[in-house]
Each structure stands twice: as structure tokens, then as C-alpha cells.
T-cell receptor, first 113, second 119 residues
Framework: GQQLNQSPQSMFIQEGEDVSMNCTSSSIFNTWLWYKQDPGEGPVLLIALYKAGELTSNGRLTAQFGITRKDSFLNISASIPSDVGIYFCAGQLRGGGADGLTFGKGTHLIIQP | DSGVTQTPKHLITATGQRVTLRCSPR?????VYWYQQSLDQGLQFLIQ???????AKGNILERFSAQQFPDLHSELNLSSLELGDSALYFC??????????????????FGEGSRLTVL
């Protein structure tokens, strides 16, 4: 199946810093999505991207659908303690089947006060 | 609150045993998905049901099975449990964009998960 390479695997940052993470694949995806998982909870959708080149914001979060359709980026500006968690990228193939939705292994974000 | 309900939240059992995990999707969602999350493997897709029928299968072991009932709740059955089956099991639901296939946009709503520990 498809594989997503998500990096970095973990990030230790200071409160107030900006954060960048990305996902790359050898496959072309129709949709890119970013989820966040808080400790003890299930993943929650943050941003969904449907067009190559699309740049979408959700508060302090900004994500981009790479022009090649093989990558995506998520940026978080001015991090705060509640940003702690695991961020997953996901790519959806054309057709929309559940077996066509692939998740990255996640970026663990840890914020040091 | 995603609207997806999973029970039990925690389960401890022994190798060789069988357990059943239960999921109620969001009101109106016809699709239910099961995922396994372990530390080193991330979120692994197991199986999808749409309106009572199996729609897609991922890396689900033969020892595992699932079904979706007429009221749309779903159960994941795990049998002959092994130590390596210890993981978080998530259920998710979605709105189908193509009602005859259960296809979706990738926007899934996850439950809080069931943590299974096999000793």
C-alpha cells in the first residue's frame, strides 16, 4: 500500500515558537488532511485540503497541499501549551475508499514552558 | 465530543482470550471504520462497513472480525489474543459522499478509543 513519510518524528520546542512539519509520499493523493490527537483522545480533523497548491488556515494553523500532489505541510505559529499532542497527516486517493486513506506515523509535539 | 462512542475504554485480558469492542457512530453516519494504533505502527486501517456491509479491508488479521448491525453500531471481535495485539483500537465514522459505495472525503470522526492490554 501507499506510505507516507512524516517528519519530524518528534519536536521539543519552547512556548511561543513556530512549528513546521511535513508529509511526503511517492503516490499522488487527491486529498490531504491533518489530524491532531490529544493525550487519551481520538484524532480530530484540523484541516482538509482538496486542490494542489491550496493553502488553508485554521486559526494559528496553516497547511498546504503540495503542487506535485505528493506532499503537504503544516505550520503552527506562536505555539501554546494546548498544542501538545500528536499530529497526523493523511492522504486520500481518488475514489474515496477507506483503504485509500493512509495515515503518517505522526509528529509528537512537546512544548517546554 | 466527536459524537462517536466506544466501549469499553480500557480492557485487560490474557493471551488466548476473546474480546469484543463496540462502537456507535455519529447520528446519521452510515460508515464505520476500525483502526489499530500501536506505538511503532501509527494508525493502521483494519476494516470499513457501510450501511451494514463490508466495504473495504485493510491489514486485519484473520483472528479479528467485525460487523455492523441494522442500528448502525459496530463491533470488532478479537480472538486468540496475543501479546502483540495490545494497542489502542479506534472506531471512526463519516458522512458518505457516494452513497452507493460508502466513499468519503477522508474526514473521519474518531471515538476516544478502547485500550486493550493483553497479558
Amino acid at each position: 500500500g501507499q506510505q507516507l513519510n512524516q517528519s519530524p518524528q518528534s519536536m521539543f520546542i519552547q512556548e511561543g515558537e513556530d512549528v513546521s512539519m511535513n508529509c511526503t509520499s511517492s503516490s499522488i493523493f487527491n486529498t490531504w488532511l491533518w489530524y491532531k490527537q490529544d493525550p487519551g483522545e481520538g484524532p480530530v480533523l484540523l484541516i482538509a485540503l482538496y486542490k494542489a497548491g491550496e493553502l488553508t488556515s485554521n486559526g494559528r494553523l496553516t497547511a498546504q497541499f503540495g503542487i506535485t500532489r505528493k506532499d503537504s505541510f503544516l505550520n503552527i505559529s506562536a505555539s501554546i501549551p494546548s498544542d501538545v499532542g500528536i499530529y497526523f497527516c493523511a492522504g486520500q486517493l481518488r475514489g474515496g475508499g477507506a483503504d485509500g486513506l493512509t495515515f503518517g506515523k505522526g509528529t509528537h509535539l512537546i512544548i517546554q514552558p | 465530543d466527536s459524537g462517536v462512542t466506544q466501549t469499553p475504554k480500557h480492557l485487560i485480558t490474557a493471551t488466548g482470550q476473546r474480546v469484543t469492542l463496540r462502537c456507535s457512530p455519529r447520528s446519521g453516519d452510515l460508515s464505520v471504520y476500525w483502526y489499530q494504533q500501536s506505538l511503532d505502527q501509527g494508525l493502521q486501517f483494519l476494516i470499513q462497513y457501510y450501511n451494514g456491509e463490508e466495504r473495504a479491508k485493510g491489514n486485519i488479521l484473520e483472528r479479528f472480525s467485525a460487523q455492523q448491525f441494522p442500528d448502525l453500531h459496530s463491533e470488532l471481535n478479537l480472538s486468540s489474543l496475543e501479546l502483540g495485539d495490545s494497542a489502542l483500537y479506534f472506531c471512526a465514522s463519516s458522512v458518505a459522499t457516494r452513497y452507493w459505495t460508502g466513499a468519503n472525503t477522508g474526514e473521519l470522526f474518531f471515538g476516544e478509543g478502547s485500550r486493550l492490554t493483553v497479558l
